[in-house]
């Protein structure tokens, strides 16, 4: 990514401190899909001062500014993705570990899938703005799915 960190938060209208420095470039750095916790607990190793609050509330501050995504997988807990362009995702529900697929995102998924799906939605009252989709299952081997450079687009 070849934006700085500083001007990624400052194109968003967010105030850079380094905490909220600390926490994007982690993500930045990272492929694993991070828990609030495992981002403190690694953003704690540079800034050992760092709460637990401060993470989160930095967390949905990038969200919420549009630099980083939010997933959530049901009863587990929400994981962060600093990587915003539109593609899929594979759970690993046994572990709870999520991974990028690396195969290219299909903006016209949905239709394919069924034409009139958007035209019933919206007779219903809903707008389709975009899609989620996550592949759930178990990892045999790390070879099943692409978490390398491959998956990262």
Known sequence: MSE????ALERAGCRYTPQREAVLAHLRSVT????VDQVYEAVRRELPRISLAT???????LVERGLIKRLSFGRHAARYD???????????VERDEVYDLAVPFDADLLAKIEPQL????????????????????????????????AGRG
């Open 118 to 149: 958007a035209q019933r939605l919206a007779q219903q009252g809903f707008r389709v703005s975009g899609y989620h989709l996550i592949v759930e299952g178990r990892v045999e081997t790390r070879r099943d799915v692409a978490d390398d450079d």
């Open 82 to 92: 600093a990587r915003c362009e539109p593609h899929y995702h594979f759970h690993d």
């Open 55 to 61: 993470v989160y509330n930095t967390l949905e501050l």
């Open 4 to 7: 700085s960190v500083r001007e």
């Open 32 to 35: 694993n899909h991070p828990t």
